[in-house]
T-cell receptor
Framework: QKEVEQNSGPLSVPEGAIASLNCTYS??????FFWYRQYSGKSPELIMFIYSNGDKEDGRFTAQLNKASQYVSLLIRDSQPSDSATYLC??????????FGQGTRLTINP | EAQVTQNPRYLITVTGKKLTVTCSQNMNHEYMSWYRQDPGLGLRQIYYSMNVEVTDKGDVPEGYKVSRKEKRNFPLILESPSPNQTSLYFCASSVGSGLTEQYFGPGTRLTVT
């Protein structure tokens, strides 16, 4: 069973600080990695994906991938209260099947 | 407006009564998928479809059926629902199998008594 692990939180971060969300995965053959954001009562929305080792930046969001350590993270700079949500890590190990972690609940405190 | 729609949004039913949850997308996406979301278990993939008449099992396919007769529609069928299928269900579509642009529907909350 391919697994994706996240700390369920809640993770509490003061407004303006950097929020760091982490995810580990078990399948070394995994090829693509995704971060989704889900507000309470809403559906998930894709915020970033990453394929290659290293960092990928998009505005205040940075995804980091380390395939050797089987680790992917999401950094949110200058955190805003509107960033308060559950963040889901997902991994595509091939065959177009997507495996999600449990999600980390993030709260940004004004 | 580009969107994925699901119907019904809420459903309460009884054990054994067949039901269908519809899913439709207007983005001409090839890839569609069904997930269920349960507290503590996260999102789990039930079935996915790469294109018309091409479907495959996800991680939790037991008790579910799907069909893909048209590109835009991907219904989820529960032939004989049981209480352990009480869950929040999401349909999603993506322009391709890379899943870099996967859009989720609004969700269907199903309760089986």
């Amino acid at each position: 069973q391919k697994e994706v692990e996240q700390n369920s939180g809640p993770l509490s971060v003061p407004e303006g600080a950097i929020a760091s969300l982490n995810c580990t995965y078990s399948d070394r053959g995994s090829q693509s990695f995704f971060w989704y954001r889900q507000y309470s009562g809403k559906s998930p929305e894709l915020i970033m994906f990453i394929y290659s080792n290293g960092d990928k930046e998009d505005g205040r969001f940075t995804a980091q991938l380390n395939k050797a350590s089987q680790y992917v993270s999401l950094l949110i700079r200058d955190s805003q209260p509107s960033d308060s949500a559950t963040y889901l890590c997902a991994v595509n190990g091939g065959a177009q099947k997507l495996v999600f972690g449990q999600g980390t609940r993030l709260t940004i405190n004004p | 407006e580009a969107q994925v729609t699901q119907n019904p949004r809420y459903l309460i039913t009884v054990t054994g009564k067949k039901l269908t949850v519809t899913c439709s997308q207007n983005m001409n996406h090839e890839y569609m998928s069904w997930y269920r979301q349960d507290p503590g278990l996260g999102l789990r993939q039930i079935y996915y479809s790469m294109n018309v008449e091409v479907t495959d099992k996800g991680d939790v396919p037991e008790g579910y059926k799907v069909s893909r007769k048209e590109k835009r529609n991907f219904p989820l069928i529960l032939e004989s629902p049981s209480p352990n299928q009480t869950s929040l269900y999401f349909c999603a579509s993506s322009v391709g199998s890379g899943l870099t642009e996967q859009y989720f529907g609004p969700g269907t909350r199903l309760t089986v008594t």
